[in-house]
């Protein structure tokens, strides 16, 4: 059992780094019981600087070539530092360019005592306090930025909603904005998957007062010593139990992360993945797209998930922001509205997956105005007994197609409706809505079945008949994009004021269940997640429907058996 918190172990070091390194800074915390310890890295001249400010479960202290040795590797060098960390912007590079950085252990984890619950209201009001106490400080010109990937952007949305004092602008690079739709239930479907992973290796791992972190080269011990197993799950929330016997946005569980996104005002950057088809991508869309602020800006990479915000250009894309608003030195229009305020890179032609430098040379960068684009031409395209994909509806009777239910990525189960080559040049950028007409039939050596999953893919082929793949979150090959629906929930609230007829609106609450009987015929609207892809002539593009996860699916599976 550890010892007493101490709040007497802050250290300041001047010597030994290019920069100030204080160790181990409290924050106390007024929302609850408690503090939150943070390391702080600043400039030698002493000069008040602007802050940029994360929060977050994995590990202050914890060295990102410890964290994911390949990764580290392969970033950008000018990103190397004695005290780089896994998604976070390192300390080196800022602080040259003027910036104090704040890196704080999320309640519950690292040095920080408390109880360990991540991405929940309290762990938010907890952020909002460190961001307030960054702009507090003496060595603070009162001005603090938000900037880190995943995890640490993801946090973003929700601590801006609350609107602390000092935070002046913010960048979520890759970071989902809706707990429930982006992350852990796939309309409606349990990611099980992902979350077990990513709880049991880089959170569960990094617990306060778990043992042995030392001698795993996972950070240095708790200092206050070690709990037991007992009160280590007495001080958590546990990600995968809550997700599995929590189901509908208003269960208390999920309710309890929900917050307003219009509540939002401060200057954003929102910057999403073409590749992230499974977990970020859809809610840096979203957020763009529902945040009060006036000034926002939404930008696209292609690439894995961990070396784009480290990339030369887009470091710079980053620091122009920031420098814009907290530093008052706007160089590209940011601070004025002139900047463009959607930047997408198209993807045309086939670099290859994992392949950066042969994605930077093909895709190229073009500007819009807005999102969706106003040009954009809705269009349909219909599915056809015979398998295919056209524009032209078809004429003959409708056909009942059918394929096995609960696929499997090891033993998938689908069909494939395949377009004609495409006689021109044709781009698709934005969300796309399938409209699909769906039953189910028992097994007669099974149960009797109550609802049906649907997972839709699109996928792309080249004018020989070869997918074209694009690089995935961990570097994997990935599809265009996917959707998913469980089918008593296809429940849509028309009235509400997000809903659009190209990105349909589901409440997905416990009173939005409707019965599934076998036989009858339901008509459903499933959600794709926003794409961009220029399908060259005699190029093809393919709908996949299946009743579980397949190729390009990943670490995102949605195979738990108990919710399916």
């Known amino acids: 059992m550890p010892a007493v918190e101490r709040e007497d172990l802050w250290k300041v070091d001047t010597a030994n780094f290019p920069y100030i390194y204080e160790e181990n800074a409290t924050v106390k915390l007024q929302s609850g019981d408690g503090l939150v310890r943070c390391n702080v890295y600043r400039p030698k001249n002493e000069i008040p600087s602007p802050v940029l400010v994360t929060y977050g479960p994995y590990g202050k202290d914890i060295p990102y070539q410890d ?55 309290s762990t938010s009001e907890a952020f909002f306090e460190v961001v307030e106490w960054a702009a507090e400080q003496p060595w603070s010109t009162g001005k603090v930025g938000l900037l880190g990937i995943s995890y640490y952007a993801g946090s973003q949305w929700r601590v801006a909603a609350r609107r602390p004092k000092g935070l002046a602008c913010m960048i979520p690079w890759e970071g989902m904005s809706d707990y429930y739709r982006d992350r852990c239930r796939h309309g409606g479907i349990l990611s099980n998957a992902f979350i077990k992973f990513w709880w049991d290796r880089q959170v569960l791992s990094n617990q306060y007062g778990r043992p042995g972190k030392k001698g795993r080269s996972w950070g240095p011990d708790t200092i206050e010593g070690d709990l037991t197993e007992e009160e280590l799950l007495r001080n958590r929330q546990d990600q995968n139990v809550d997700n599995a016997k929590n189901y509908f946005r208003d269960d208390v569980y999920y309710a309890s992360k929900e917050y307003n996104l219009e ?210 979150t961990a570097g994997d090959p990935v599809p265009l994009t996917k959707g998913w629906l469980r089918v008593s929930l296809r429940k849509v609230n028309r ?25 009858e015929v339901y008509p459903i609207d499933v959600e794709i997640w926003p794409t961009n892809v220029v399908v060259e002539k005699g190029g093809k593009i393919c709908l996949e429907i299946s009743s579980g996860d397949t190729q390009g699916s990943g670490i995102f599976l949605h195979n738990s058996p108990e919710d399916r």
């Open 67 to 121: 964290f994911h040795a390949k990764s580290f590797n392969e970033v950008n060098p000018e990103h190397h530092s004695a005290h780089s960390a896994w998604e976070t912007p390192d300390p080196g590079f800022w602080t040259q360019h003027g910036y104090a950085v704040v890196r704080a252990d999320e309640r519950g984890l690292g040095q920080s005592p408390g109880l360990l619950d991540t991405m929940s209201r």
């Open 263 to 472: 509540d939002i005002n401060v200057p954003l950057l929102s910057v999403g993945n073409w590749g992230g088809i499974l977990l970020h991508l859809r809610g840096n869309v979203e957020g763009f797209v529902h945040a009060g602020s006036t000034l926002k800006y939404l930008r696209f990479v292609v690439g894995r998930h961990d070396l784009p915000f480290y990339y030369r250009d887009e470091v710079e894309v980053q620091r122009s922001f920031l420098d814009a608003f907290l530093k008052d030195d706007d160089r590209a229009g940011w601070s004025t509205g002139k900047a463009p305020k959607v930047d997408l890179i198209i993807r045309k032609g086939s670099p290859g997956f994992n392949k950066a430098d042969a994605e930077k040379a093909m895709f190229q960068r073009r500007t819009e105005n807005e999102w969706p684009l106003a040009r954009t031409q809705f269009s349909k395209y219909y599915l056809t007994p015979e398998r295919s994909l056209q524009t032209v509806a078809p004429t003959s009777a409708p056909q009942k197609l059918s394929y096995r239910a609960l696929g499997s990525l090891e033993r998938p189960q689908l069909i494939q409706f395949m377009s004609a080559p495409f006689e021109t040049e044709t781009e698709f950028t934005g969300n796309i809505v399938a409209h699909l007409n769906i039953s189910m039939s028992p097994d007669p050596s099974g149960p009797m079945p109550t609802d049906i999953d649907v997972f839709l893919t699109l996928r792309h082929f080249d004018f020989d008949g070869k997918e074209i793949f694009y690089t995935g």
């Open 495 to 519: 009235e509400h004021s997000r809903h659009r007829e190209w990105l349909l609106h589901r409440d997905y609450f416990k009173c939005n269940v409707l019965p599934v009987l076998p036989g």
